[in-house]
């Protein structure tokens, strides 16, 4: 089973506002990037684009280890999916889980891989994580580029 490394990252200017989610992914020597938008959408959503659009790009059920700043993410995937799944997508509080709908396609997809979920502390010189801030910022530039909706780009292997 391949391994590959990914490292992902959302962005948003406003909170709601415009927001770009990026991915970097590196296996066997060679990288590939990928960025979208939209024109209106939270950082969370963005950080949680960043982790499906990456997983969605694998082709075939590989050994990952996803890097992500967003404790949000990480915490959300190894502590507290499991409990919102047992109670009908309801928090702690019994609340709607926000973005359940994007915490459903993550939840699916990890399902096809083996994913080690790693924390890493944001803009603290981290080669993969600053590579995956300027996609998901290309991302929100992509937005403004296009005037409104959603954009995406993608380039490398």
């Not at 982790?51 to 590989?62: M, Q």
């Not at 996803?66 to 990480?74: A, I, P």
């Not at 995937?77 to 702690?92: M, P, Y």
């Not at 994580?129 to 409104?148: F, H, I, M, P, T």
């Amino acid at each position: 089973m391949e391994t590959v490394d990914i490292f992902t990252d959302g962005a948003c200017k406003g909170n709601p506002g415009v927001g770009g989610w990026g991915a970097l992914l590196r296996a066997k020597g060679k990288q590939r990037e990928l960025f979208g938008g939209e024109a209106h959408t939270t950082n969370n959503r963005m950080e949680l684009m960043g982790a499906i659009a990456a997983l969605e790009a694998l082709r075939r059920p590989c050994r990952v280890r996803l890097h992500t700043d967003s404790k949000y993410v990480h915490q959300g995937i190894t502590a507290w999916l499991s409990g919102w799944k047992k109670s009908g997508w309801k928090t702690a509080s019994k609340q709607p889980v926000k973005n359940e709908d994007l915490w459903r396609r993550l939840d699916a997809l990890t399902l096809q891989h083996q994913i080690e979920w790693i924390w890493v502390k944001g803009h603290a010189g981290h080669d993969g994580n600053e590579q995956a801030d300027a996609l998901a910022n290309r991302g929100v530039a992509s937005v403004y580029e296009k005037g409104v909706g959603n954009a995406q780009g993608r380039s490398g292997y």
